[in-house]
């Protein structure tokens, strides 16, 4: 149905329309579209808008990326319904390969979702072949999947809107995680190295944008970046960004 | 899938497989399930209780429902969905009729749902039949149908998990609204005269049980009850609820 221009949320309203053409397309989950609305509400209450501490999470996230051996982007339905290709300027700027992963059952999503990616340009996308397909440690047979080389292999991996077991089980394989979650509570954003409190719709371009933009730089310039982010403060004063949205939200 | 009985988060996962399921049975619309996504948000914030504000708002729901001369139920596939037997327990406790409203396209979704609430014991449930529909002046032909013989004839409606558009032509029809609704930033609840922050899963049940008893209660003691209540101050107090909900999580 058509969303009129002048509506208030319009924005919000094309975003759940790319989510349930993305559901009819077989690339995004139903459980997906709940998980969306978890963080439209969020979003919300950060004013949707990129906030302060969403770019220093991304700065330290392209600094990471740029260090890295083996980086990998992890795309699941949602990431693939709401920016392909977006993604995919993600791994040709960070030189990342790409691997899909779909947390709730199959049924050829992997290899929708892999079509898609290869449609908006990405080359060699893993995670769809059954040959390479290896498990994460520590987690169930249906929701491990990761590829040997792809996940398995990796020493840094971004995975967006992930869940909070398979984020501790990749962290307890000794890589570094770096997330976008608009929950600054959920597991996954208490876990993960490095969390973008961020809607992918906005942030996944910016993090494309941020590896072109230190590319140049070298590894002492990147590495200072790294250390000096802290992961649970920029957290907590995420929190503290909510916190105050809701008030300035009530007021207004 | 089955859910085990350890998982930290069985609740919620449990209810998002009655949503998926009403999605399945043609109840829920997909926008739906983004829209139980932002709830549940929402209601992590509050802990996922029933707190003293939205008791509040209970009991002065429960007192206007009693005092309506014409009240109506209006019940969406989400309702249906996860709590259609304790709606039509409201539905008789308040002495009121049942309406179908959906909000996203019909294909045959409100004699489903209507079908459902008969099933759990409703009887008389308006809202499917296209003979007694009329429309909610200033709404758009395909988002204000409402039945002559029910919310259009009504004094007082209780509109669980309503479109902010539609709350506004609700009031604009000189009706006293009462919804359910997680989102205290909300259109709905900020237009609501009573507006209940709180999940329909826990709410609604505790509104029929406060009307049985409430019922034997004079209109003087329940008029008390309605002068008593202001909903912006509660709406106020439930953000209030929520922030300190966010600053706990994280401490937690």
Redesign the interface.
């Known amino acids: 149905?058509a969303v009129p221009r002048s509506h208030p949320r319009r924005e919000s309203l094309l975003v759940?329309e790319k989510?349930?053409r993305g559901?009819e397309r077989g690339l995004v989950a139903?459980?997906g579209?709940?998980?969306?609305?978890?963080?439209?509400?969020?979003d919300?209450l950060l004013g949707e808008a990129t906030g302060r501490h969403a770019r220093k999470a991304l700065r330290a996230a392209a600094a990471v990326l740029l260090l890295a051996e083996r980086p990998i982007i992890s795309v699941n339905g949602n990431v693939a319904a709401l920016c392909a290709a977006e993604a995919v300027r993600l791994a040709r700027a960070a030189r990342a390969r790409m691997e899909v992963n779909t947390f709730y059952?199959d049924g050829g999503r992997r290899a929708r979702i892999a079509a898609e990616l290869e449609r908006r340009g990405a080359r060699g996308v893993l995670g769809a072949n059954p040959e390479s397909r290896g498990r994460l440690a520590g987690t169930s047979r249906s929701r491990g999947a990761a590829d040997k080389e792809g996940i398995l292999a990796a020493d840094v991996v971004v995975v967006p809107l992930e869940d909070g077991d398979r984020t501790s089980a990749l962290k307890a394989a000794g890589k570094q995680v770096i997330t976008f979650d608009l929950?600054?509570?959920s597991r996954t954003a208490r876990t993960a190295d490095i969390t973008i409190v961020d809607n992918i719709t906005r942030g996944m371009d910016e993090l494309a944008r941020l590896c072109r933009e230190y590319s140049a730089r070298g590894a002492p310039a990147l590495s200072r970046i790294v250390r000096n982010f802290d992961n649970g403060a920029n957290?907590?004063a995420c929190?503290r960004e909510?916190?105050a949205g809701?008030?300035r939200?009530?007021i207004a």
Chains 1, 2 share one sequence.
Do not use: C, D, K, S
């Open positions: 149905m759940r989510l349930v559901l139903r459980e579209l709940m998980a969306h609305g978890r963080g439209e509400a969020f919300y059952g929950n600054p509570l957290l907590a929190i909510m916190t809701l008030r939200q009530w």
